[in-house]
Nanobody, 115 residues
């Protein structure tokens, strides 16, 4: 079983930036897809961005142009660079991978954007 550990969350003002990191306990080289999701209080968990093994990525409309997902197969890590943050981005952010047919989640990292 793979374990995912997120880091990099925090409190930032509107317009600021944060970089989230997700460290995997095993090689991610063969993982077809890894992603970031978020869940705000009282809302369902939603997709933020995913990146595929071949390097292509998909973003939620709400973050397109502001967030960038990347993966480093040598460091077994996936990152999410978040720019131009606004209060609507406030949520718990989770890293995700489908591991042998089972979704695996990290414990999450909190992002809070003040107005």
């Amino acid at each position: 079983q793979v374990q995912l550990v997120e880091s990099g969350g925090g409190l930032v003002q509107t317009g600021g930036s944060l970089r989230l990191s997700c460290a995997a306990s095993t090689s991610i080289f063969n993982f077809n897809q890894m992603g970031w999701y978020r869940q705000a209080p009282g809302k369902q968990r939603e997709l933020v961005a995913v990146i595929r093994k071949i390097g292509s990525s998909i973003y939620a409309d709400s973050v397109q142009g502001r967030f960038t997902i990347s993966r480093d197969n040598f460091k077994n890590a996936v990152s999410l660079q978040m720019n131009s943050l606004n209060p609507e981005d406030t949520a718990m952010y989770y890293c995700n991978v489908d591991y042998r047919g089972t979704p695996v989640w990290g414990q999450g990292t909190q992002v809070t954007v003040s107005s």
